[in-house]
């Protein structure tokens, strides 16, 4: 009798699920296969091909992936490695709060590379991918200019407070804001452009509108003070930087995959501007998929001429940390962060880290979410088509590479989680001595 089972059946989507199957003949070859439809309609896939041990028995914790989509001992393998039906789909969570993704397991007792749907399961089961925590609240946030959404765990707190930055895409992403709310933070994700009524297209950074929501989360009677974090990624990290750099609400800075200066648009704070260094058009590559490879498009951060454009890390009061995917390629994030601790050390200053990972692409997210290795830039706002693409002069039929090896990539998310969450209570977190 096979039998199939994951073990929790539901749980948040950050969280480890053990499969095992039981009642196989023994050394049977077996497929098991991993589907997920998005909110949006969009499917995404996964294969393995495994073989049962002598007591008829697999356990993903222990059993290689022979073939299929990855190979190893990998037991969250069927999850990192779903892969879009239709090309170019980033898998994205809208409803954070009523709904999980269901993600359906099926056990063949073959190795199958025919579409499955044409055969019967031997054993299936459904498990829910949850993105957030029983109790907790979600605020909509439409206060002075700040549009976002408050993500409060359950309890009287107060909670460390962060901001969550995302990049190009536009509109309001909430999903990684609250899964780290789920362990305890209070997460503020922040939209800037392509919502509501922000403006349509980015067309300057107005620092200003994030000391706003820094302070509008600072003033919640649940947020532990007297300052924040701020978790961003992309063109969220330039901004996150720019933060540090000029906002005193702002004491612990995660900067992922972003330039280290003013590139594409504007930064405005108060009566200073800083002009974006050039970018080249020509530059651009496309690959053999026919994706746009950003990575030599923007101008150089070491050039004399482009030193007014570079932020000036060196202000920052807080701790930054730079986490890096070593195969971005969308943008050189090492150069850049390299750049940013060098210019640090010149002023004498510690206060910066880089964590690089070998392998990783640009869009590293919490665990176990697959890896995104190429995408049209702007699934979120459906206010306009490709209003991404069109603020940032990209070519709009294109989709954008944007890198990283599977498994590489997985590995790096898993760590790269625990390491944020380690380094916002670390530095936003009130000690007792201090209590």
Known sequence: ??????????????????????????????????????????????????????????????????????????????????????????????????????????????????????????????????????????????????????????????????????????????????????????????????????????????????????NLLLAHPKIQGPGIGVLSVSKGAEIGLAMACFLKQVVATICINGTTGVFDFPIRYKDLVMSPIPSFLERMQVDVSGAVRLLHYRGDLRDELNQRSVLPIEKAQGQILFLIGEDDQSINSREHAKHALERLKRHGKSNGRMLAYPGAGHLLEPPYAPLCYISRANPVSTSTNNTALASYNYPLSAPVLWGGDPAAHAAAQEHAWGEIQKFFRQHLTKTRSQL
């Not at 393998?77 to 779903?82: A, E, K, P, Q, Y």
């Open 1 to 214: 009798m096979f039998q199939l089972t994951a073990t929790p059946a539901s749980a948040l989507s950050d969280e480890p699920v053990h499969i095992r199957a039981t009642g196989l003949p023994p050394l049977q070859l077996v497929t098991l296969t991993a589907s997920l439809k998005d909110e949006r309609g969009n499917v995404f896939q996964s294969k393995a091909f495994f073989r049962a041990n002598e007591a008829g028995e697999l356990d993903l914790r222990q059993a290689p992936s022979c073939g299929g989509d990855y190979v190893g001992v990998h037991p969250m393998g069927l999850f990192w490695s779903l892969k879009p039906e239709k090309p170019f789909r980033r898998l994205l969570k809208r409803d954070v709060m009523n709904s999980p993704f269901l993600v359906t397991l099926d056990l063949y007792d073959s190795v199958c590379f025919q579409d499955p749907a044409e055969l019967q399961p031997r054993a299936s089961l459904v498990v829910q991918r949850w993105f957030s925590h029983p109790g907790m609240q979600r605020v909509q946030i439409r206060e002075g200019r700040v549009r976002g959404a408050l993500f409060l765990p359950p309890g009287e707190g107060p909670f460390p407070g962060v901001i969550d930055l995302f990049g190009g895409v536009g509109g309001l992403i909430e999903f990684r804001a609250s899964l780290l709310a789920s362990h305890g933070f209070a997460v503020l994700a922040v939209a800037y452009f392509a919502y509501e009524d922000l403006p349509n297209l980015l067309q300057e950074v107005d620092l200003e509108y994030f000391e706003e929501a820094a």
